[in-house]
């Protein structure tokens, strides 16, 4: 019987504290424009980040089945690589997760598949969850063999404007069901 090796065995998947929001509003806003394109996001959709940072905070002080947002840090080595975010939720039931890795040195080392597991697992246990879903960008293709490696299934690609700081895009949608 094999057993899978940890293959980032210092990477440590946690709840982002409200004094950590600056890593998810300075990774949208010192990113390039080609590289938000990838995302697609639309720069002109950001919030200012004082806003976002008020709004972030605002939903920090909700109950957890309140909130409308609910974000993980991602962290090697005790420093933040990534994070992950899980919105559109339905508590108990289902959300919309999100995922991002800080660095592009980082990216294409299987973290990304490893992070995606250790918050999958957070998510199904600190929001009661029974499916999580995901919707990269089609054309981005990093996330989508990272999902899959994680376990999520296919359900279909669309055009859609998949949230408030995006444009009108085809995004391939997964899904994975509590074990």
């Not at 299987?110 to 998510?123: C, N």
């Not at 359900?155 to 085809?170: A, H, K, L, W």
Request: charge should be negative; aromatic fraction near 10%; glycine fraction near 4%.
């Amino acid at each position: 019987m094999s057993v899978d090796k940890d293959p980032f065995p210092t990477l440590i998947v946690k709840e982002m504290e409200p004094d950590q929001t600056n890593l998810r509003i300075d990774y949208f806003h010192n990113a390039s424009a080609d590289y938000l394109e990838r995302l697609g996001v639309d720069p002109q959709k950001l919030p200012s980040r004082a806003e976002w940072q008020e709004s972030l905070e605002e939903d920090f002080t909700r109950p957890l089945h309140q909130r409308k947002s609910f974000n993980l840090v991602w962290l090697l080595d005790d420093h933040p690589v990534g994070m992950s975010s899980i919105d559109q939720l339905d508590f108990g039931e289902q959300g919309m997760m999100h995922l991002h890795i800080f660095d592009s040195k980082n990216r294409r080392q299987g973290m990304g598949t490893e992070a995606i597991k250790k918050s999958t697992k957070l998510y199904f246990q600190l929001l009661d969850l029974r499916r999580i879903f995901c919707q990269p960008n089609a054309y981005n293709s990093a996330p989508h063999r990272a999902l899959q490696k994680a376990g999520f299934d296919y359900v279909e690609t669309i055009e859609t404007i998949p949230g408030p700081i995006n444009f009108f895009q085809p995004v391939t949608r997964w899904k994975l069901d509590r074990p």
